[in-house]
């Protein structure tokens, strides 16, 4: 949304996230109440979020546009058979519709779902949907599916500038088979207890059989710290070096990020701006706060079916 327009009128159904400890990662359902040119805010009032204990006085409150979605519409969580280990949903839990992962099947429509490293809890079926970015005007799910208006914008060859593009944070690749190559510059990920959410920048060696390649990393050492560690990596784990983002200003609060620390990219959200281009980043997976220049941030990146995706919300 530019500056200053107002894309939810009054009236309308929305949910609203927020940057507040103990809530980041939730969505609450909220009707807007009014909006202000001015500064740019909107007056929501809250569905199920009430200021006394009858239940008569909903909570309202100001926020910024980035705090914002539609609601998303109902064919898009629909069943489309059962939930798999590993994908992104969000389940019902406190009023609200919290963002997490699914841990593990429990079988019988139940499903564990953690948030964060910490907190787990079991939900049956109804209680949970599939997680999807509201990106650019349309709806993007992990998958990289995306409903309402296009947003993947394949650039004409003939303007001599290439076949891929980045437009309002969306960048169009080839497939990762045809890009990640023995050579290519890539980041690596891990599911190792305390490394989940972070990238470590690598080489790939070598290709090997099954989408399995042997990288070389340019930060981490063997255990000698003779040689930069060599591992063998599956394609479900590496990814592209992402391309650069400019940054107009700086970033807003609730933004996702990636936070150069501890030889890596870690993923986390702005929790607040500081003085001297300096932030608060929230990393969801340990519940840390950390502070950071704006020098040791870039815009976040997910890399999906080949294919670049960015939004200046995703929790």
Same mark, same amino acid.
């Given at each position: 949304? #530019?500056?200053?327009?107002?894309? *939810?009128?009054?009236?309308? &159904?929305?949910?609203?996230?927020? &940057? ?9 359902? !909220? ?6 040119? +001015?500064?740019? +805010?909107?007056?929501?009032? *809250? =569905? ?33 058979? =059962? ?24 079988? #019988?429509?139940?499903?564990? @779902?953690? *948030? ?37 914008? +394949? #650039? ?31 980041? @690596? ?13 690598? @080489? @790939? ?40 983002? !400019? ?23 702005? &929790? ?36 670049? *995706? ?6």
């Amino acid at each position: 949304m #530019k500056p200053g327009a107002s894309t *939810f009128p009054p009236g309308g &159904a929305v949910e609203v996230s927020s &940057a507040d400890e103990g809530f980041r990662g939730s969505y609450y359902s !909220a009707t807007v109440v009014s909006y202000t040119p +001015k500064s740019s +805010k909107y007056v929501v009032s *809250f =569905d199920k979020l009430f200021q006394d204990e009858s239940g008569t006085r909903p909570v309202t409150e100001e926020v910024e546009p980035s705090q914002l979605r539609p609601l998303p519409p109902a064919e898009l969580s629909k069943d489309e058979g =059962d939930f798999e280990e590993g994908e992104k949903v969000e389940a019902s839990w406190n009023d609200g519709w919290w963002v997490g992962e699914v841990v593990k099947c429990m079988g #019988k429509g139940r499903y564990k @779902v953690g *948030f964060g490293e910490k907190e787990k809890r079991v939900f049956k079926k109804g209680k949970v949907r599939r997680h999807w970015e509201w990106v650019d005007g349309s709806w993007v799910d992990s998958l990289g599916r995306n409903q309402k208006s296009p947003l993947l914008m +394949k #650039k004409q060859s003939s303007d001599g500038m290439g076949s891929d593009e980045l437009r309002d944070g969306v960048i169009v690749e080839v497939s990762s088979d045809n890009v990640i190559k023995e050579g290519t510059l890539v980041e @690596v990920s891990s599911d190792e207890d305390g490394l989940n959410g972070a990238w470590f920048s690598g @080489v @790939v060696v070598e290709v090997l059989s099954e989408g399995k390649y042997l990288v070389e990393y340019s930060s981490l050492r063997a255990d000698d710290d003779q040689m930069f560690l060599r591992e063998e990596i599956d394609a479900l784990h590496i990814r592209p070096n992402p391309p650069k983002i !400019a940054v107009s200003g700086r970033f807003k609060v609730l933004d996702e990020v990636d936070a150069f620390f501890n030889d890596g990219w870690w993923v986390g959200i702005i &929790a607040k701006l500081l003085e001297d281009s300096k932030y608060i980043v929230y990393f969801r997976g340990s519940e840390e706060e950390l502070e950071f220049k704006h020098s040791d941030l870039r815009k976040h990146q997910e890399w999906i079916n080949g294919k670049w *995706f960015s939004s200046s919300l995703s929790i």
